[in-house]
């Protein structure tokens, strides 16, 4: 928001709720690093840690939102600052739900660590690592287009979703091949699957947030359309 | 359970158009070119600060202007289906005011009956018929749904309704001689929210019977009650357009500036 209204204040509680999502958002980009370094390393402590984290980021959820409803109530937003804080609260169910999948990791860590069942399989860490930190940079992509309200990079961040979708088949293939060589890794390799698709699903919530910066600066709705619309809405 | 079909609504049609619109006080040049549609049976809101000719404009279309010397007109109104330049000099205005009525900011009941305020139109276009009257005076009160609080004192002075109901005795005053437009000159501006409320309901009820042009410098009114809307600014027009449009995406960023309140 470059020009800025000619109430200060109002200026004030939107680059607030801003600077909060942009928090929350690295707060949850930390969890999912976290959870994935805890999964390579069975570190059930850390893997404590990220569900403890969980918490914070339910409470920052719902501290932004009750914002948000009180900016409406009280300033009647129009065009674009209504535009930011409908796009604000998808934004924030996105980030939440990235810190639901970085919860559920370190519990499928702590389920490893309990039954001790790790050694049986050398899970295929560094796939893991590399899919994850291709969604994590993503994510982080889409909360600097938040940032600095890019569409150009948010459109990025469209196109990179599909790196992430296809990392996650080759890792799928190869649990599968796991699976069939042998039969006794098929627990963990299962728990391993979830991961996988925890993953992938913090990078189509990062695709989220990419078009909700879109509706932001454009105004317009590209949810579920096609490449080339996106294109030229962002034009 | 009958399913219920919702029809959708049919396209508006022209009720008027201004086209290429100058209009002058004395050598002050307050309208610049205005071209705009309004829409039969549709809400048109015209926006924009103090001075940006949206008041000039909205006395334009039933010829408040020609009240005063020096004012001059260039470009057309049209009215439609037949097409008459209302600015026309040789189109009488008290004609073209039968047709297009008006609603001022401020309550303005003249100092008589209820009854013979609402009558007033009528009589002047030469109606006299008591039974005719009553019926006239009768529906255009139901329609400002101002009918039952004063039916049964209708010879009372309308100077002591209260600033509400004396709005929509304006209102139904207004309505009185069928007109085809009414024009409302921030009708609620010296109301209470809840009078505020009832004459924006209202203002969404007459409009299936006419055609209305708003001024408001409520931002949120003209959000609430308008199919349409225009935002001026020092006598141009900037952009007109679906009202939810405007208010959610507008096309030009001197409009999102003053809806959005970054205007200074």
Redesign the interface.
């Given at each position: 928001m470059s020009d800025k209204h000619l109430s200060t204040q109002f200026d004030a509680e939107l680059t607030n709720i801003s600077t909060r999502v942009l928090e929350m958002g690295g707060l949850v980009e930390h969890q999912m690093a976290k959870s994935i370094a805890a999964l390579a390393a069975f570190d059930a402590e850390q893997a404590a840690q990220v569900l403890r984290e969980e918490e914070r980021v339910n409470r920052m959820e719902m501290e932004i939102d009750r914002d948000l409803s009180a900016i409406i109530a009280r300033r009647q937003p129009t065009a674009r600052d209504l535009r930011l804080l409908i796009a604000v609260s998808r934004i924030i169910a996105n980030l939440e739900r990235v810190g639901d999948e970085a919860a559920r990791i370190a519990r499928v860590v702590q389920r490893l660590d309990a039954v001790g069942l790790h050694g049986r399989i050398r899970p295929p860490v560094s796939d893991l690592n590399f899919e994850s930190e291709l969604a994590v940079a993503l994510l982080r992509k889409a909360l600097d287009a938040f940032a600095r309200l890019d569409p150009v990079q948010a459109v990025e961040v469209l196109k990179q979703d599909d790196e992430i979708d296809r990392e996650f088949e080759g890792l799928m293939r190869k649990l599968i091949t796991y699976m069939m060589e042998d039969p006794r890794t098929i627990s963990t390799s299962i728990d391993l699957v979830f991961v996988a698709k925890a993953v992938e699903r913090v990078g189509d919530h990062a695709k989220n947030l990419a078009e909700a910066i879109i509706y932001i600066v454009k105004g317009a709705d590209v949810r579920h359309s096609p490449p080339q619309q996106i294109e030229n809405a962002v034009k | 359970m009958p399913s219920t079909i919702t029809l959708p609504e049919p396209p508006p049609v022209l009720k008027a158009q201004s086209n290429n619109l100058d209009f002058y006080y004395g050598s002050f040049k307050a309208l610049k070119g205005i071209s705009m549609p309004v829409y039969a049976n549709r809400v048109t809101a015209l926006i924009g600060p103090s001075g940006c000719g949206k008041s000039t404009f909205l006395r334009c279309f039933n010829r408040m202007h020609d009240l005063y010397p020096g004012h001059r007109y260039d470009g057309t109104i049209s009215l439609f289906p037949d097409g008459v330049n209302i600015l026309d000099k040789q189109v009488d205005p008290i004609e073209v005011r039968m047709r297009i009525s008006m609603v001022f900011q401020k309550p303005n009941p003249f100092p008589k009956s209820i009854f013979e305020n609402v009558a007033y139109g009528l009589r002047v276009r030469g109606e006299s018929s008591r039974s005719f009257l009553e019926d006239k005076v009768e529906a255009a009160l139901r329609g400002a749904a101002l009918w039952g609080e004063v039916k049964d004192r209708l010879r009372d002075l309308a100077v002591n309704l209260s600033g509400g109901q004396q709005q929509r005795l304006c209102i139904a005053r207004a309505l009185a001689t069928d007109p085809e437009i009414v024009l409302f000159d921030e009708p609620t501006s010296a109301l209470d929210p809840i009078a505020t409320g009832s004459i924006e309901e209202l203002i969404g009820e007459i409009k299936h019977k006419v055609t209305v042009l708003i001024v408001t410098h409520n931002?949120?009114q003209a959000?609430r009650v308008s199919d349409f809307t225009a935002y001026m600014y020092l006598g141009d027009l900037i952009e007109y357009g679906e009202t939810k449009e405007i208010?959610?995406?507008?096309k030009r960023k001197e409009t999102?500036?003053y809806?959005?309140?970054?205007?200074?």
């Amino acid at each position: 928001m470059s020009d800025k209204h000619l109430s200060t204040q109002f200026d004030a509680e939107l680059t607030n709720i801003s600077t909060r999502v942009l928090e929350m958002g690295g707060l949850v980009e930390h969890q999912m690093a976290k959870s994935i370094a805890a999964l390579a390393a069975f570190d059930a402590e850390q893997a404590a840690q990220v569900l403890r984290e969980e918490e914070r980021v339910n409470r920052m959820e719902m501290e932004i939102d009750r914002d948000l409803s009180a900016i409406i109530a009280r300033r009647q937003p129009t065009a674009r600052d209504l535009r930011l804080l409908i796009a604000v609260s998808r934004i924030i169910a996105n980030l939440e739900r990235v810190g639901d999948e970085a919860a559920r990791i370190a519990r499928v860590v702590q389920r490893l660590d309990a039954v001790g069942l790790h050694g049986r399989i050398r899970p295929p860490v560094s796939d893991l690592n590399f899919e994850s930190e291709l969604a994590v940079a993503l994510l982080r992509k889409a909360l600097d287009a938040f940032a600095r309200l890019d569409p150009v990079q948010a459109v990025e961040v469209l196109k990179q979703d599909d790196e992430i979708d296809r990392e996650f088949e080759g890792l799928m293939r190869k649990l599968i091949t796991y699976m069939m060589e042998d039969p006794r890794t098929i627990s963990t390799s299962i728990d391993l699957v979830f991961v996988a698709k925890a993953v992938e699903r913090v990078g189509d919530h990062a695709k989220n947030l990419a078009e909700a910066i879109i509706y932001i600066v454009k105004g317009a709705d590209v949810r579920h359309s096609p490449p080339q619309q996106i294109e030229n809405a962002v034009k | 359970m009958p399913s219920t079909i919702t029809l959708p609504e049919p396209p508006p049609v022209l009720k008027a158009q201004s086209n290429n619109l100058d209009f002058y006080y004395g050598s002050f040049k307050a309208l610049k070119g205005i071209s705009m549609p309004v829409y039969a049976n549709r809400v048109t809101a015209l926006i924009g600060p103090s001075g940006c000719g949206k008041s000039t404009f909205l006395r334009c279309f039933n010829r408040m202007h020609d009240l005063y010397p020096g004012h001059r007109y260039d470009g057309t109104i049209s009215l439609f289906p037949d097409g008459v330049n209302i600015l026309d000099k040789q189109v009488d205005p008290i004609e073209v005011r039968m047709r297009i009525s008006m609603v001022f900011q401020k309550p303005n009941p003249f100092p008589k009956s209820i009854f013979e305020n609402v009558a007033y139109g009528l009589r002047v276009r030469g109606e006299s018929s008591r039974s005719f009257l009553e019926d006239k005076v009768e529906a255009a009160l139901r329609g400002a749904a101002l009918w039952g609080e004063v039916k049964d004192r209708l010879r009372d002075l309308a100077v002591n309704l209260s600033g509400g109901q004396q709005q929509r005795l304006c209102i139904a005053r207004a309505l009185a001689t069928d007109p085809e437009i009414v024009l409302f000159d921030e009708p609620t501006s010296a109301l209470d929210p809840i009078a505020t409320g009832s004459i924006e309901e209202l203002i969404g009820e007459i409009k299936h019977k006419v055609t209305v042009l708003i001024v408001t410098h409520n931002m949120q009114q003209a959000a609430r009650v308008s199919d349409f809307t225009a935002y001026m600014y020092l006598g141009d027009l900037i952009e007109y357009g679906e009202t939810k449009e405007i208010f959610m995406k507008p096309k030009r960023k001197e409009t999102e500036d003053y809806i959005t309140g970054r205007f200074g």
